[in-house]
């Protein structure tokens, strides 16, 4: 990549680290719609199987209905057959007697057998059918409980096989949107280094820097009206010494925001009630401080991570709040280390502010990200909870080392 005029190289990998790689976000897209198609086709073979216990169903159903007509038939059958044969006799024992019964009688007697024979034809047509019917669909059920097993099993084992790869897919992807995300975020920690680099720069430059010039420039003046007006050097001594005064003020103010002192010669609790008493003083923002529990020495990088998490989460209450007050608990258990941070600001919608942080590749919001990783550094779990029109609070809960449980990723 070519750079333009002006253009540092930090900048250029910046932009590099920023810009998401188009072959990742082709990856990201087939695994989604790999896990979507999976999920699809998980439910179609359910709906399968569903439909095919539902014909079995529907076939036993059919299949009784048909075994009790058969049964009704084969009973008319038996039945008919032998009113044939008792037709049949008394057919035969009037044309055996031909000249005692009338021609009536006679004419009735094979009308009776031609009946009894048609219905009996009927009857058996019937029987017949239904006993073709019931073999087809016995067989067919037999088929079709077979292909229920099967499908049984099959949706049992793809079952199995998707939730596994379902599973690692998403393992996958998850592990592919950690590691955009820390590349963004180390892209963003680049930025931040380098502006507080210029702010510190132009604080001192704007600050320290000029008065010390002034007083290179008074301590001269001084130093010729020493002989010849000395009331007037001493009065300018004096002055030159109120200014120097000012002057380490200023210079241990940036030294406080870059690392604050009290925090490795006092602790981690006078620090934080250091700094609230500083904006406070400041103008900036009145927060009580709360204590609760004994106090535990911790590890000098968890310190500064937890007075980072604390001092940029007030800092966001005076910048977005919209309010001047905020209050600060810190619970020492025998397990962990709480910290609270609540306003009843404007509060935000969280989702609103995640989508917009993607949009826009989190400019404006480097805030809560690097609270997030500062947390996850140290194996402590952070919660912002927030919504519009109802404040904001932050909790961290950080346990002590000897007390976590090994873990391979997740936070503790």
């Known amino acids: 990549m070519s750079l333009e005029l002006g253009q540092s190289a930090e900048d250029a990998a910046i932009l590099d680290m920023e810009t998401e790689p188009s072959g990742e976000q082709s990856l990201k897209r087939i695994f989604r719609n790999t896990l979507e198609t999976i999920e699809s086709s998980k439910g179609q073979i359910f709906e399968i199987y569903e439909s095919t216990k539902d014909e079995v169903e529907t076939s036993r159903k059919n299949l009784e209905e048909i075994k009790q007509q058969a049964e009704k038939t084969i009973e008319l059958v ?34 009776s057998v031609k009946n009894v024979q048609v219905q009996l034809g009927i009857a058996r047509e019937k029987e017949y059918d239904l006993r073709r019917q019931r073999d087809k669909l016995e067989l067919r059920l037999r088929r079709l409980q077979k292909t229920l097993v099967n499908a049984e099993r099959l949706a049992m084992r793809i079952g199995s096989v998707l939730g596994y790869l379902t599973s690692q897919i998403s393992d996958v992807v998850s592990q592919m949107e950690l590691i955009s995300k820390n590349k963004f975020l180390g892209a963003q920690i680049i930025k931040a280094q380098e502006e507080e680099r210029h702010r510190v720069s132009r604080e001192i430059h704007d600050g320290p820097a000029q008065d010390l010039a002034n007083l290179i ?44 002192m009290s925090l490795d010669d006092l602790g981690l609790v006078p620090a934080i009630r250091q700094l609230l008493l ?65 306003d009843e600001g404007q509060g935000f919608d969280m989702e609103e502010v ?12 480097f805030g809560m990200l ?38 391979t990723g997740a936070n503790a």
């Open 78 to 111: 038996d039945t008919l057959t032998k009113q044939e044969q008792l037709e049949k006799q008394k057919l035969v024992q009037v044309s055996s007697n031909f000249a005692d019964y009338s021609e009536d009688r006679i004419r009735a007697c094979y009308e």
């Open 217 to 260: 420039f008074q301590s001269s003046i001084c130093e010729r009206l020493i002989d010849v007006k000395p009331e007037e050097a001493k009065e300018g001594l004096q002055e030159l010494r109120r200014q120097i005064r000012g002057c380490l003020t200023d210079v241990r103010q940036i030294i406080f925001d870059m690392r604050p």
């Open 278 to 342: 500083k904006l406070r003083e400041r103008g900036v923002l009145e927060a009580s401080f709360q204590v609760d529990g004994r106090e535990r020495p911790l590890e000098k990088h968890v310190e500064v991570s937890v007075f980072r998490i604390i001092q940029e989460a007030v800092n966001n209450v005076h910048r977005h709040a919209g309010v001047n007050k905020a209050k600060v608990r810190m619970l020492f258990t025998e397990s962990h280390l709480s910290v609270l941070i609540v």
């Open 354 to 365: 995640e989508a917009r942080r993607q949009e826009s590749e989190g400019n404006g919001h």
């Open 370 to 407: 690097g609270m997030d990783e500062r947390a996850q550094i140290i194996g402590a779990e952070l919660t912002v909870v927030s919504a519009p029109g109802k404040g904001t609070r932050v909790h961290l809960k950080y346990p002590y080392p000897e007390l976590q449980r090994p873990n």
